[in-house]
């Protein structure tokens, strides 16, 4: 939440940087549309579920929520898919140390562009029970 992602498009390359404050944390680059994707694949992907760690403190910043919450896409859209060569670096930062991620290599990068909803999350651990 305190950070400051940003896409753009420059030329044939998607530009990707995160922001923490004024200092660069992340700067990710990729080919913009070198490849079309074959589509079905990839909405069977959207189909499955998505996780993420929901994080709450209270006023005297002692867990009061850590819960681990399943959710889906819904209404998906597909309005096109690609691949192509893409590029990261990772940065030092004392509150944003995404360096520390054990990046050994790009595999592979894609985009997409889509219209879709996310839907409302069910909790499936709490970790402060």
Not at 51 to 64: E, G, L
Not at 91 to 100: L, T
Not at 114 to 127: E, I, S
């Amino acid at each position: 939440k305190l950070a400051a992602p940003k896409i753009t498009h420059e030329s044939e390359t998607l530009v990707c940087t995160l922001h923490y404050g004024s200092v660069l944390c992340v700067s990710a680059t990729m080919g913009y549309k070198h490849h079309e994707l074959d589509p079905e694949p990839l909405l069977r992907n959207l189909a499955r579920p998505n996780f993420m760690i929901k994080i709450i403190p209270h006023v005297d910043c002692t867990p009061r929520i850590c819960e681990l919450v399943r959710y889906y896409c819904e209404d998906v859209t597909l309005k096109g898919a690609w691949s192509g060569p893409a590029a990261i670096e990772l940065f030092e930062h004392v509150s944003c140390d995404v360096s520390r991620l054990p990046v050994r290599g790009v595999v592979s990068g894609s985009h997409y562009i889509t219209d879709l909803t996310l839907g409302l999350g069910q909790v499936v651990f709490d970790y402060l029970a």
